[in-house]
């Protein structure tokens, strides 16, 4: 049978939604995060990020919430297009550059 | 700016041989990482070198994975033998320094399939 980890949980949108995207890390020491698209074929790809002494923090089109409290990150993107479609994974610095990926989101836009 | 350079994106290989990667950083990053990329999961890191040291190699399994990072710069992951199980995506990174907070970036890696 299919290995578990195949199934990655799946978002679906329409062109101009806005979407998010979750994460919950395990580290309550964890200091950094960062978000990560990847594309099929293509290593992961630097978004935005977030130190631990923030709340929030905004790029183009992206937002970054941080809730220490629950351990949860989440990804806000706007007005979202096709070509943001990918794989998105939440990494945590847990210590010393050392970075642990959680589990990708598959964001999925339709025209 | 030239990214992260990787060779080959792609190699089948029969259980049993050797196999090798190459990478290339992006210039002036004094920090190089391997990670590997199960099927839909995240990477994770193989080992981590800062310059020419591999500062971190706690998670490389020793016995049949070998990494070099001569003159600092170019890297190469070797498996000797390769075993089914190491069919993955094998990620180069790397980032200016090891700082946590340095922003790491990914080459397009190479997908080996072990039959």
Same mark, same amino acid.
């Given at each position: 049978?299919?290995?578990?980890?195949?199934?990655?949980?799946?978002?679906?949108?329409?062109?101009?939604?806005?979407?998010?995207?979750?994460?919950?890390?395990?580290?309550?020491?964890?200091?950094?995060?960062i978000?990560?698209?990847?594309?099929?074929?293509?290593?992961?790809?630097?978004?935005?990020?977030?130190? /631990?002494?923030?709340?929030?923090?905004?790029?183009?089109?992206? =937002?970054? $919430? &941080?809730?220490?409290?629950?351990?949860?990150?989440?990804?806000?993107?706007?007005?979202?297009?096709?070509?943001?479609?990918?794989?998105?994974?939440?990494?945590?610095? /847990?210590?010393?550059?050392?970075?642990?990926?959680?589990?990708? =989101?598959m $964001? &999925?836009?339709?025209? | 700016?030239?990214?992260?350079?990787?060779?080959?994106?792609?190699?089948?290989?029969?259980?049993?041989?050797?196999?090798?990667?190459?990478?290339?950083?992006?210039?002036?990053?004094?920090?190089?990482?391997?990670?590997r990329?199960?099927?839909?999961?995240?990477?994770?890191?193989?080992?981590?070198?800062?310059n020419?040291?591999?500062?971190?190699?706690?998670?490389?399994?020793?016995?049949?994975?070998?990494?070099?990072?001569?003159?600092?710069?170019?890297?190469?992951?070797?498996?000797?033998?390769?075993?089914?199980?190491?069919?993955?995506?094998?990620?180069?990174?790397?980032?200016?320094?090891?700082?946590?907070?340095?922003?790491?970036?990914?080459?397009?890696?190479?997908?080996?399939?072990?039959?």
């Open positions: 049978g299919e290995s578990v980890g195949l199934h990655l949980p799946t978002l679906s949108v329409q062109e101009g939604d806005n979407s998010i995207i979750n994460c919950a890390y395990s580290n309550s020491a964890s200091d950094y995060f978000w990560y698209k990847q594309e099929s074929g293509k290593g992961p790809q630097f978004i935005i990020d977030i130190r /631990s002494n923030m709340d929030k923090r905004q790029g183009q089109r992206v =937002t970054v $919430l &941080l809730n220490k409290t629950v351990k949860h990150l989440s990804l806000q993107i706007a007005a979202t297009q096709p070509g943001d479609s990918a794989v998105y994974f939440c990494a945590e610095n /847990s210590g010393y550059s050392t970075l642990t990926f959680g589990k990708g =989101t $964001l &999925l836009v339709s025209p | 700016e030239a990214g992260v350079v990787q060779s080959p994106r792609y190699k089948i290989i029969e259980k049993k041989q050797p196999v090798a990667f190459w990478c290339n950083p992006i210039s002036g990053h004094n920090t190089l990482y391997w990670y990329q199960n099927l839909g999961q995240g990477p994770e890191l193989l080992i981590r070198y800062e020419e040291e591999a500062v971190d190699d706690s998670q490389l399994p020793k016995d049949r994975f070998s990494a070099e990072r001569l003159k600092g710069v170019d890297s190469t992951l070797k498996i000797q033998p390769a075993e089914l199980g190491d069919s993955a995506v094998y990620l180069c990174a790397s980032s200016p320094n090891s700082g946590a907070t340095d922003t790491q970036y990914f080459g397009p890696g190479t997908r080996l399939t072990v039959l």
